[in-house]
Each structure stands twice: as C-alpha cells, then as structure tokens.
C-alpha cells in the first residue's frame, strides 16, 4: 500500500509540475481533479469552513460529480461513500510540498 501512495503522490506531483490535471481511479470510474497549486482560494475557504461537498463537487465539476453520485448502489450515495472518495482524492493530491 505505501507503493501505491509513493506512486500517486508522484503522479500528482508530475502532473502539478506540467500543470496537468491529476488523474485518478475510483470504484473502477476515471476522474481528474487539478493540482493544488491551481485552485481558488474560494476552495481553500472551504476547507477552513469544513464545506467538504463543496470542495469536491467543486474540484470534480458538475458532470464528474454528477458521474461519481450516479454510480453509487442504486445511483445514490452515503456519507461513507463521501468519505471513502474524499480519502481517495486525498490520496492522490497529497501535499504540495511533498
């Protein structure tokens, strides 16, 4: 598991570099989220708000978002699924000075 962060994390910073979104897997569905040297400060606002949902329907966009939502058991999802996926946006992004 410490391989798959390593290699994320380097990913992410790969990407930040060439200014490129940051591509991740979820739940078998693909989805791409900018480096976090590229967000408004209304996201990092957010964040000092706890306005989660914001942040990543935000980050995602309207129609990653809406995909995401979609493709939960039933086309709908749980406060664990958020969790889950918020975790594994973390994952990826990591910390930009990492």
Do not use: C
Not at 5 to 17: G, L, Q
Not at 24 to 47: C, H, I, K, N, T
Request: proline share 5%.
């Amino acid at each position: 598991m410490t391989d798959t962060r390593k290699s994320r994390s380097t990913a992410a910073r790969k990407a930040a570099a060439a200014g490129e979104p940051i591509v991740f897997e979820f739940e078998g569905d693909e989805y791409q989220v900018p480096p976090s040297e590229q967000w408004d400060v209304e996201l990092l606002e957010a964040f000092e708000e706890h306005r989660y949902v914001f942040m990543v329907r935000t980050l995602l966009g309207a129609d990653q978002y809406a995909r995401w939502k979609a493709t939960g058991p039933g086309g709908r999802r749980t406060i664990a699924d958020f969790d889950e996926f918020m975790n594994a946006i973390n994952g990826v992004l990591g910390s930009p000075n990492s």
